[in-house]
Every structure is written in structure tokens, then in C-alpha cells.
């Protein structure tokens, strides 16, 4: 018999790949009985003071030198009040930037962060993006988010100009947000520190019962 070749055929396994650490992830459904939704309305005063002048909340950063081109970037810390009145509350301040945004006529579009520094919303805040024209003496601008107080903001800011003038400006500001506010408080990714006890829940007569282990996932 003459002799027969054997082909060693051999398999290389490539270890499966180390799956993810999820210690950092939680996901849970979210059902009505967790999330209102609440209705904002706010009427406040924003006055803008240009540059140059004692008091300005308001500076040019960049400004076009082209002809026939409006193109100026500025940026605004401008001053919310409770009122219109010298005996008026600070409440907020509107941070951010609005730049030219037409090449032949005064348009400006804004974007700002209107921070809360009174004490009912400390910290909290509107992400306020929009546009409106130089000469324009009313508008919207949309509120496209938020935080803290006002978490997941939608909404609106009706502005009216009360008062222009070459330094200064006022502006009444109608607020209108639709905000989420969630009954369940947020777990921790640890030890469950941040899991917080309500209840127990039930009628007043009977037997009072209680879980005695520690809250967990």
C-alpha cells in the first residue's frame, strides 16, 4: 500500500471580546404616573446697555469692514429684572451671543443661556435661541431647553420693546415653558445612596408594614 498524506487542519479561536462594564448605565421605562409636565409662565424685564457706556452688558467682538455686509458679533450679559421699577428684583442674566445675520439690513440672530439667580431658581436656566430684526419692536424667541427647575424646557419668550434709545434698551419678556418633572428620584450607580424612602402608602387603619431590607435595583 503506498503511503497516504494527512492534512492537519487546525482552528484558531479568537476570544470573544470583553463585554462592557454597565456599572455606569441605568435604563428604565418611563410611565405616566412617574412624569408631570407643568406650564411656566414668567413676565420679566431685560435691559441691554451697548458699549461705552457706565454700565454695559454689552460688547462687540467682531466687526465686518466689507461693505454692504452686517456682519458684527456681540456679546450680551443682559440684565432680567421682576419689574420695570428702580426697586425691581435682579432675577437672571441672559448670556450669550446674537450676530448679524442679514448682508444688507439690521437682522440679528441670538442665542443665550438665561441663568436664574434669585432664590426660587438659583442655577437653574433657558436655552433661548431666535432672531429679530434692528428696527423690530416685538417677537418670539423659542426656548429650546433647560435645566435644573426648568429641565427639559419647550417654550416660548414673547419680547416687546418698552424703551430704545442709542445706550440702552428695555425689553418685556412674557415667558411660556413646558417643563417634565419626575416623581422618581434618581438612582445611584453605587451603594444606592441616592435611593430615597416614601411611604409607606395604604389606609390609616391596619397593620403598619415595612421592608427592612435596604432599597436596591
Known amino acids: 500500500?503506498?503511503?497516504?498524506?494527512?492534512?492537519?487542519?487546525?482552528?484558531?479561536?479568537?476570544?470573544?471580546?470583553?463585554?462592557?462594564?454597565?456599572?455606569?448605565?441605568?435604563?428604565?421605562?418611563?410611565?405616566?404616573?412617574?412624569i408631570q409636565h407643568?406650564?411656566?409662565?414668567?413676565?420679566l424685564y431685560a435691559y441691554q446697555n451697548v458699549q461705552k457706556t457706565p454700565d454695559a452688558n454689552q460688547a462687540v467682538i467682531v466687526e465686518s469692514k466689507r461693505p454692504k455686509c452686517f456682519g458684527i458679533l456681540a456679546a450680551n450679559d443682559w440684565a432680567v429684572y421682576d419689574g420695570p421699577g428702580q426697586n425691581a428684583n435682579l432675577v437672571a442674566h441672559a448670556q450669550g451671543l446674537h450676530l448679524g445675520a442679514s448682508m444688507a439690513k439690521e437682522c440679528w440672530f441670538i442665542c443665550f443661556?438665561?441663568?436664574?439667580?434669585?432664590?426660587?431658581?438659583?442655577?437653574?436656566?433657558?436655552?433661548?435661541?431666535?432672531?429679530?430684526?434692528?428696527?423690530?419692536?416685538?417677537?418670539?424667541?423659542?426656548?429650546?431647553?433647560?435645566?435644573?427647575?426648568?429641565?427639559?424646557?419647550?417654550?416660548v419668550i414673547a419680547?416687546?420693546?418698552?424703551?430704545?434709545?442709542?445706550?440702552?434698551?428695555?425689553?418685556?419678556?412674557?415667558?411660556?415653558?413646558?417643563?417634565?418633572s419626575f416623581l422618581?428620584?434618581?438612582?445611584?450607580?453605587g451603594d444606592g445612596s441616592a435611593v430615597t424612602k416614601i411611604g409607606p402608602w395604604g389606609k390609616i387603619s391596619g397593620e403598619l408594614l415595612d421592608i427592612p431590607s435596604t432599597p436596591q435595583r
Open 38 to 43: 407643568k406650564e411656566l409662565l414668567l413676565h
Open 113 to 155: 443661556n438665561m441663568v436664574f439667580v434669585d432664590q426660587r431658581f438659583t442655577g437653574s436656566s433657558f436655552k433661548v435661541m431666535g432672531d429679530f430684526q434692528g428696527t423690530a419692536h416685538n417677537g418670539e424667541w423659542a426656548i429650546v431647553g433647560g435645566t435644573g427647575e426648568f429641565a427639559y424646557a419647550q417654550g
Open 159 to 180: 419680547f416687546n420693546k418698552t424703551h430704545q434709545s442709542e445706550r440702552n434698551a428695555r425689553m418685556e419678556l412674557h415667558v411660556r415653558a413646558m417643563c417634565l
Open 184 to 189: 422618581r428620584p434618581l438612582l445611584s450607580l
Open 1 to 34: 500500500m503506498s503511503p497516504q498524506s494527512f492534512t492537519l487542519e487546525t482552528t484558531t479561536t479568537t476570544p470573544a471580546a470583553k463585554r462592557p462594564n454597565p456599572s455606569y448605565f441605568q435604563s428604565a421605562p418611563a410611565c405616566h404616573e412617574m
